[in-house]
């Protein structure tokens, strides 16, 4: 699945919960521990952001590294980040509405979440309760019925 970053930093917003600065090394070097599971990774911030970086940002539960500016979210160690921001992506199946605005999303194991009330109406009454299908039939499934109501789906 290609993954495309709208950089809006939700997935980032609460990320403070599970990575934390363990150590500071000093020239923008830091030491982060992962509080789940204790690995950690050695992080710097990327020379192109080291100003964004100074400002605060008024998330608190947020990952120590993301920034806010025009409503854009910025990994500040982009180039450096842990393995585990690597491999995320917050979404399997990206939905736009007609306009090609986000209307919502089915992240990991068919978890859905609409930003529409039609949409969320739409998934009540004809994709809830699809049957238990393999992955790709199940998404070729639901790809076909959003298309037939005029949305688009990015995987």
Not at 120 to 131: G, K, V
Request: proline content about 3%.
């Amino acid at each position: 699945m290609v993954f495309y970053c709208e950089q809006c930093g939700e997935c980032c917003s609460i990320m403070g919960e599970v990575l934390s600065v363990f150590e500071e090394y000093g020239d923008y070097r830091f030491l982060l521990v992962n509080k789940y599971t204790g690995e950690k990774t050695r992080v710097e911030v990327d020379l192109d952001k080291r100003a964004l970086f100074m400002e605060e940002d008024a998330l608190p539960a947020a990952c120590p590294f993301l920034r806010h500016r025009d409503h854009v979210g910025y990994c500040t160690v982009h180039l450096t980040r842990p393995e585990m921001c690597r491999d995320f992506g917050c979404w399997r199946l990206l939905i736009l509405d007609h306009s090609g605005k986000r209307a919502g999303r089915v992240m990991q194991a068919r978890f859905f979440s609409p930003e529409s009330p039609a949409l969320a109406l739409l998934w009540e009454e004809r994709i809830r309760t699809l049957d238990e299908r393999e992955d790709e039939d199940w998404d070729r499934e639901v790809i076909a019925i959003l298309s037939c109501e005029g949305y688009s789906v990015i995987r």
